[in-house]
């Protein structure tokens, strides 16, 4: 089990006993959304994004006592040093050049953007999924990364579940503790 004091929602704008053909549906599903992991890596350079980080405190009866909203623009690319490629966050709204480094509320959390490699096949090797039999146009994938929780920076060391569009195989959210 993972630890629970941490958790991350990402949204974009991903079985044992199950018949032979749902087995299939969901081998086909898997397959869409890793086409759809490798077309998101070919144009993940080419866009942009507002990244909103939100922080709330809440009291014992789990009502919200206090929020705040911070609010980036996200871009993947290299900083001005020519590190690897990175996201790169500048306050929205400002003229400030871009940077790689965190806001210190993300370190503990694995790159917003490394979450549209979920299902990608160079990750299949350290994650397992299981996609939860049902009907509509999109299915629940239940994953789990194979590596120990360490700092959790990279989400192979976290599980949930992820929402796929049946028919593109796209990642609508991913949930993950």
């Known amino acids: 089990m993972r630890s629970t004091s941490a958790a991350v929602r ?6 044992a006993g199950i018949s032979a ?14 086409e759809r992991a ?11 994004c507002t990244d909103v ?8 009866g789990g009502d919200v006592r ?3 909203e911070r609010r980036f623009a996200l871009l993947l690319g290299t900083d001005e040093d ?3 490629l990175a996201e790169l966050r500048a306050p929205a709204d400002s003229d ?5 480094a965190r806001p210190e509320e993300l370190r503990p959390f694995p790159p917003l953007t490394s979450w549209l490699r ?3 096949p160079e990750t299949h090797h350290v994650m397992s999924f299981d996609v939860v039999p049902g009907d509509g146009p999109r299915r629940v994938v239940a994953f789990c990364g194979a590596l120990p929780f360490d700092r959790g920076n990279r989400f192979v060391e976290w599980e949930g579940t992820a929402w796929v569009d049946t028919a593109t195989g796209d990642l609508i959210e991913v949930n993950a503790v």
Do not use: I, K, M
């Open 10 to 15: 990402f949204v974009c704008a991903c079985c």
């Open 21 to 34: 053909g749902v087995a299939g549906e969901a081998e086909d599903l898997l397959e869409r959304a890793a």
């Open 38 to 48: 490798l077309a998101y890596e070919q144009v993940a350079q080419r866009w942009t």
């Open 53 to 60: 980080l939100r922080r709330a405190s809440y009291g014992a």
């Open 66 to 68: 206090g929020e705040n």
């Open 82 to 84: 020519g590190s690897p």
């Open 96 to 100: 400030r050049v871009p940077s790689s």
């Open 118 to 120: 979920l299902f990608h």
